[in-house]
């Protein structure tokens, strides 16, 4: 193979266009690896880690970087990179308005009530936020890695000026029905949600949306969402202290075509849940509280909790290609998952059949997973979401080639005896996602047929299509469910029949 890496000066695109500008030149026939990225530090280290010698550059320089196949030609390789360059730059005779070049001027222009959404590094995302806070606006931040601190500052300040910072590291939120990040699409109604959990909050959605079009199809009014506000993974931690959910609950409780609230969150810290809880039942709105935890309901719970506070039952949450799961083939669990809070969902369910689980984001200190140790000889749980293996990628939902690589590492080892994932669907995520997963795991059934239980988030009007995605994994050979808490039993009932045996 041969290498060759070029410096373009001053060109520039996004971090998710050049991952996709990477994707399409990798597809080019004698390709063997491509990586088209801006010369910052984490690029620089991702590169290095390629193997890839990058001379002398700055981060305003565009890095272009080509493995090839000996006999490859490399002016079709580049020929290949400008092809995929060619969306990002504007035509010659271009008339459109030159976009505004900061989040001040952008704001300036935008009318009352505009929400900011900053997906930038998370070492500038800090002083963007801020900026769209002084300029009286509320803001999502979609951009991971901000220090706590920060995180704090921020939504500190918003509660002076009767503003919300959804975030850091916000995937998700719909207002008035809109969806932001990688929001599902979902039918309307009267339910607010406040979400400190990204996929936590899809998986509700999904599952309530879900729930309507049932109830719809049999003659009632079923049941929507208004508004999901995002408040960020962090948000009911003990440093940051539910800053931002209290004013999301504040603005739910007002809104007159909010009729329940929901909030869903990662495991909080104690103390916090306590204090929410009080403020909860102060609020002439009801809320539903769905805190995972030690003891605590699963989502899917959660959703039917919901149903039956409006008054409905909770439909046979659908599962597809069960005659595709034969017998556990060893005695380990491995989950590998896209979403933060589906994987603390799953762990905690598991926890209690099958005692400690291992993971980069672990329930326990004495539990963690370095993370380049990935794979041990016991039940683990990786969240490939988090911020230590996103740094210089792109999130999971967006570029899976790492959870597809450990997929296939998991496989093939015998101990292995069933396979947990999940797969999100939204308008943020990847166009097709089981375009990729459903070779992986066909491939990683190849040798061996290990079960593989899938939850697929998403509804009927993604525009992935659920459909046509669960089609696709039943036919790679995976068990597919809506619900990650019935996934997550169906994988645990698996093993626990290997035992029995």
Not at 318 to 324: F, L, M, Q, Y
Request: glycine share 10%; hydrophobic share 45%; with cysteine.
């Amino acid at each position: 193979m041969k290498d060759h890496v070029e410096l373009r000066p001053g060109a520039y695109a996004d971090s998710v266009t050049l991952l996709q500008v990477s994707r399409a030149v990798q597809a080019t026939p004698g390709v063997v690896a491509a990586q088209v990225a801006m010369a910052t530090g984490l690029n620089l280290e991702v590169l290095a880690g390629m193997g890839f010698d990058v001379p002398g550059s700055s981060p305003n320089d565009m890095v272009v970087a080509l493995r090839l196949d000996d006999d490859a030609e490399l002016g079709a390789a580049l020929a290949a990179v400008d092809a995929a360059l060619v969306p990002t730059r504007p035509g010659s005779g271009d008339s459109r308005v030159a976009p505004p070049r900061t989040t001040g001027s952008a704001l300036r222009h935008a009318g009352p009530g505009a929400v900011a959404l900053v997906s930038v590094p998370g070492a500038s995302a800090t002083v963007e936020a801020m900026d769209a806070l002084e300029s009286g606006h509320d803001v999502m931040v979609f951009s991971d890695n901000v220090p706590v601190a920060e995180e704090v500052a921020l939504k500190t300040y918003a509660a002076t000026r009767g503003a919300i910072v959804m975030g850091p590291d916000c995937g998700t939120a719909v207002i008035d029905g809109v969806g932001l990040g990688f929001a599902n699409t979902v039918r309307p109604g009267r339910i607010g949600l406040v979400a400190a959990s990204g996929t936590g909050c899809q998986q509700l959605l999904a599952l309530l949306h879900h729930a309507g079009e049932e109830l719809a199809a049999h003659g009632s009014d079923g049941v929507g969402v208004r508004h999901a506000l995002g408040v960020g993974g962090r948000d009911l931690s003990a440093a940051v202290g539910g800053l931002a959910t209290r004013e999301a609950l504040r603005r739910l409780d007002a809104d007159a075509d909010v009729d329940l609230v929901v909030v869903v969150s990662k495991p909080p810290a104690p103390e916090v849940a306590d204090a929410l809880a009080t403020e909860a039942e102060a609020l002439g709105t009801p809320v539903e509280l769905g805190l995972l935890g030690p003891g605590q309901r699963d989502l899917t719970a959660v959703a039917e909790a919901v149903l039956a506070r409006l008054g409905h039952d909770a439909p046979q949450w659908p599962v597809a290609g069960a005659h595709n799961t034969g017998a556990a083939t060893g005695p380990l669990l491995r989950g590998l998952f896209v979403g933060g809070t589906l994987c603390d969902e799953s762990m905690l369910m598991a926890t209690e059949a099958l005692g400690p689980i291992r993971s980069n984001i672990p329930l326990a200190d004495d539990l963690a997973l370095a993370p380049d140790e990935l794979l041990v000889d016991t039940h683990t749980m990786v969240d490939f979401g988090d911020d230590a293996l996103t740094q210089g990628r792109a999130h999971p939902m967006i570029d899976p080639t790492l959870r597809n690589e450990q997929l296939a590492r998991a496989a093939a080892d015998p101990a292995t005896g069933v396979l947990l994932l999940d797969l999100v669907l939204g308008h943020g995520a990847e166009p097709d996602p089981a375009a990729g997963l459903a070779p992986a795991i066909a491939a990683a059934r190849a040798d061996r047929p290990v079960p593989v239980v899938v939850s697929l988030v998403g509804t009927d009007l993604d525009p992935q299509g659920l459909t046509a995605q669960r089609d696709a994994l039943v036919a790679a050979g995976a068990e597919v469910h809506l619900s990650n808490a019935a996934a997550t039993r169906r994988a645990l009932d698996l093993l626990s029949q290997l035992e029995a045996s």
